[in-house]
């Protein structure tokens, strides 16, 4: 492999590399860093002597013993796996493979749950959402699946709103207040979700290039057209997507009281099975300081999609 001289910022992080990690935006300042080390191809099965701390028929996450991770996948196309080792302070992630063909999807899921992973291990906040950067600081729209978020998220853009964070949110929680850190500047979506926000989904390139993977195309942003903020907002509210109704009509945004705020946080962790009991409590803990620091609000919208410029401008007023 090459040196680590790819470098990119990413969720308050300077990530370098020894091979290119497409649609991350550049390194911006002195953040923490991380080095991505693509070790190369190996027969090795990543077999880790502990017992598995979590796995279902795709992924496999070990705690060791010595602090540190180790995340598996199986390429279902072959039987094939690839790794990613975290060193126990996430400083060092290394990448290993056992098939030259996944090396084209591998770095759009580092990007998801494999960077969610170093995060955890470093004790950051992260919850399930999409953030978009207001005029008063930051929005994170969450959701279960099916309840648009992707879709509303892709409308905020189309609208002139500027994304912040696709999915993930991750969070900075100080004296200062609570911040979101930006993420990288692509949104992804389904052709659905991008054809009801106005954009070309055909045209859309595909964000795995394995048909096994999902058909999630993606929407290249910018700070240069607006599209894409690069700098951490305040999070200022947090709207929590309910399923569409029938018909059309003004959206209903209803406020929920700070108790109730903390279970509905707690359920949008994101990629909260990789969380020891120590990290869970101090997610339940920043969660709460959350819940008490920003406004979070139910939206209830109808399935007309004609509407969704209508519900942008009510979430970001």
Same mark, same amino acid.
């Given at each position: 492999?090459?040196? $680590? ?12 590399? +020894? ?51 180790l995340l598996r996948y199986v ?10 080792? $975290? ?53 994170? %729209? ?13 409308? $905020? ?41 106005? $954009? ?55 406020a929920v009281p700070p108790r109730?705020?903390?279970?509905? %946080?707690?359920? +949008? ?49």
């Amino acid at each position: 492999m090459n040196g $680590f001289d790819h470098e990119y910022g990413l969720y308050g992080l300077t990530l370098r590399s +020894n091979r290119a990690l497409p649609g991350l935006a550049p390194r911006r300042g002195d953040a923490p860093e991380i080095v991505i080390d693509f070790a190369g191809r190996t027969s090795d099965a990543f077999q880790c002597a502990d017992e598995p701390f979590w796995q279902n028929g795709f992924e496999t996450l070990w705690h060791r013993d010595d602090g540190s991770w180790l995340l598996r996948y199986v390429d279902e196309r072959d039987g094939g796996f690839w790794s990613v080792a $975290f060193a126990n302070d996430a400083t060092r992630l290394t990448v290993r493979w056992t098939d030259d063909a996944m090396l084209d999807d591998i770095p759009s899921v580092l990007q998801g749950p494999g960077l969610a992973a170093a995060l955890h291990l470093r004790r950051v906040p992260l919850l399930h959402a999409s953030v978009l950067a207001t005029d008063g600081g930051a929005i994170a %729209l969450m959701g279960t699946p099916g309840a648009g978020k992707s879709t509303t998220a892709a409308a $905020f853009v189309a609208r002139g709103h500027a994304l912040l964070s696709d999915d993930l949110a991750a969070l900075a929680i100080d004296d200062d207040g609570i911040r979101v850190q930006p993420g990288y500047p692509r949104l992804r979506l389904y052709a659905d979700s991008a054809r009801a926000a106005g $954009f070309a989904a055909d045209t859309l390139p595909r964000v795995f290039a394995a048909a096994i993977l999902g058909d999630k195309r993606f929407v290249a942003l910018s700070p240069d057209d607006g599209t894409f903020c690069p700098e951490p907002r305040a999070l200022r509210a947090i709207y929590l997507l309910q399923p569409r109704r029938a018909g059309g009509g003004e959206p209903r945004i209803r406020a929920v009281p700070p108790r109730n705020a903390l279970p509905l %946080l707690l359920q +949008n962790i994101y990629s909260g099975r990789f969380l020891d009991a120590s990290r869970r409590a101090m997610t339940m803990r920043a969660c709460a300081r959350v819940a008490d620091a920003v406004p979070m609000y139910t939206v209830e919208a109808g399935d007309d999609l004609a509407q969704l410029p209508r519900l942008v401008d009510a979430l970001a007023a």
